[in-house]
Each structure stands twice: as structure tokens, then as C-alpha cells.
């Protein structure tokens, strides 16, 4: 093994938190911290300054992996790459990763959340074995990435598959939807908020409620569906705190293979989809991990 193998600098930046790491490129922390979200006036230099003295504790980073909360230009063709663009955040409308972590001279590499968590899973964690892997965050906000053959997907920016209309029973659901662009889009009806939202709780404490859990996982399976239609991936991985209801991911297996009607046929499509719907293997790590193989692949 190398003597000094190139240090990496990661982060997963969350809209509460961000978590920053240097890292080993084999995947090993060597430092890590957290820092609250809130402004970039506040939390650029706080990352700033751990990247300083983690660096000079260990040696020069070699390159920037960034996973982060969006809408964001991913675009590294983009003179705007790395910028937060219409993102409701306060504060964070036009800031831009390079003006932070430009001072470093090292290569950035920028990408969104779920890409990185999808890169992460892919290597070390559910879909590791895949060639196209689909992961979907069901929480405070809701989105997919997709990763094949080891690269992340995007178009002339990246997928918002949150933003999908499921189909919509006002019967069955009054609750309009609390997207401010959509109403009842999936994030409007089925993300942490719009869950709380409509019954004053969490999906969690409404576990047995079938119903409830039912309704839900209706909207889920809707992309649940849609991603198999559009990526034929290998598999799909569905984590955030939603998630973690108990019973929905056995809904939403039900209802994906419902929607499909036997129409797909795959020996990756197991009977019952036990193994093809499945919840993230590296929990709370997906997101670091991912920021770390964003950074190694600047070093190429
Ligand atoms: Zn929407």
C-alpha cells in the first residue's frame, strides 16, 4: 500500500446539516464534522476552516466531493457548476461549493443528494452488483437518482422525479397537496411534511393506521412503477425518514407489482419484489460515502 494515498475532501450537505470528512480514497475517514446548514454566511467558513485543519493534521486534498441538497447545476460543462439555483432556502439562492472550497486548488466534483447516496449504495451498500441502480429519499423533500455503470444520470440538469403527478383520488384523499408549484405532486402529497401536514402526524406514529399506510405507499409505487418504466434498474432503494413507517416498504413492494401487472418480466423482478424494493444497506452513511467516490473520480 501507498505510504501517502490522496486525501479526499467530502461532504454530504443536507438542508438541516452538512457532514464534511477527509477521507482516504479507499473510503476511510480520517476526520469528520458536522455543521448546521443554516446560512452559507455562517457555514462555508466553518467547512473552510475544517478542511484547513484537518489537512494540516494529515496532508493536502487532492480533491472535493460534494453530495448536496438542491435545485443545484450539476452541469460541470456549466459555467454556474456548483451553484444553488431555486432552492426556497433562505440565503442559499446563488451560492456556489467553489467559492468555499476554491481556496484549496484542487479539483470539485458536485452532485446532487441522492446521487451521492446512489453512488454510495451502489459501491458498498444495496446495489452493489447493479449495473443501473434507481434511489429514491422519501423525507422532508422527495428524489431520485439513478447511477449506471458507476455514473450518475442527469439531462441538461438533474432528475426531480418528486415532482411526478401521481394519481390523485380527492375521495379517497382530500388533502389538496402543499407543493407551492404543483399542489398534490408526489412531495405535495406523500414527503415528512405533507404527511404531517395532513394528519398532524408523523407516518411513524400512524403505523397502525393500514389505510394511511396504504395511501402513501399508492403515491410511492406510482414512481415506484414509473422508475422501472423509464430505467429498467436493477434494483431500487427507497430510504429516508418516511421510510422507516413500518409497514410501508412491504406496501409499496405490493402496490409497485400491482401497477406493473405482470407486464415487465425480469429475473430481476423477483415475485413480491423482496429483492428488487429494498431500503438503503449503508442507512446514514449512504450520503458521505458517495461524496468520497465523487471525489475520487476527479482524481481520473
Ligand atoms: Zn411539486
Redesign the pocket.
Known amino acids: 500500500m501507498e505510504a501517502t494515498q490522496p486525501l479526499i475532501g467530502a461532504i454530504e450537505a443536507g438542508g438541516t446539516k452538512f457532514i464534511a470528512a477527509l477521507a482516504r480514497a479507499d473510503g476511510t475517514i480520517v476526520a469528520r464534522t458536522r455543521i448546521p446548514t443554516d446560512t452559507p454566511a455562517t457555514c462555508f467558513p466553518a467547512l473552510a476552516a475544517f478542511f484547513r485543519e484537518a489537512s494540516a493534521a494529515h496532508s493536502a486534498i487532492a480533491a472535493f466531493g460534494v453530495a448536496s441538497f438542491g435545485p443545484i447545476d450539476i452541469d460541470p460543462q456549466s459555467p454556474a457548476y456548483g451553484t444553488f439555483t431555486t432552492t426556497p432556502k433562505p440565503g442559499w439562492q446563488g451560492a456556489r461549493f467553489h467559492d468555499v472550497l476554491g481556496q484549496f486548488d484542487a479539483p470539485i466534483v458536485v452532485d446532487t443528494d441522492v446521487n451521492g447516496a446512489c453512488l454510495g449504495e451502489w459501491l458498498k451498500g444495496a446495489g452493489q452488483g447493479c449495473r443501473t441502480v434507481a434511489y429514491t429519499t422519501i423525507g422532508t423533500g422527495i428524489g431520485t437518482g439513478v447511477v449506471s455503470n458507476g455514473r450518475s444520470l442527469m439531462g441538461f440538469t438533474h432528475f426531480e422525479s418528486g415532482?411526478i403527478k401521481p394519481p390523485h383520488d380527492p375521495a379517497r384523499d382530500p388533502f389538496p397537496g402543499m407543493?407551492p408549484?404543483?399542489g398534490g405532486?408526489l412531495?405535495?402529497l406523500a414527503s415528512g411534511p405533507a404527511i404531517l401536514k395532513r394528519w398532524g402526524k408523523s407516518l411513524d406514529q400512524l403505523a397502525g393506521d393500514a389505510a394511511a399506510i396504504d395511501l402513501v405507499a399508492g403515491y410511492i409505487a406510482h414512481l415506484a412503477a414509473s422508475l422501472v418504466l423509464l430505467h429498467m434498474p436493477d434494483r431500487l432503494i427507497f430510504g429516508g425518514g418516511v421510510m422507516k413507517a413500518p409497514g410501508l416498504v412491504e406496501a409499496v413492494r405490493r402496490q409497485t407489482e400491482s401497477l406493473l401487472a405482470g407486464y415487465v418480466r425480469h429475473p430481476r423482478l423477483d415475485a413480491g419484489l423482496e429483492r428488487y424494493i429494498v431500503t438503503p444497506g449503508l442507512g446514514d452513511d449512504a450520503g458521505i460515502t458517495g461524496a468520497i467516490a465523487l471525489g475520487v473520480g476527479a482524481l481520473r
Open positions: 415532482h407543493c408549484y404543483h405532486c412531495e405535495g
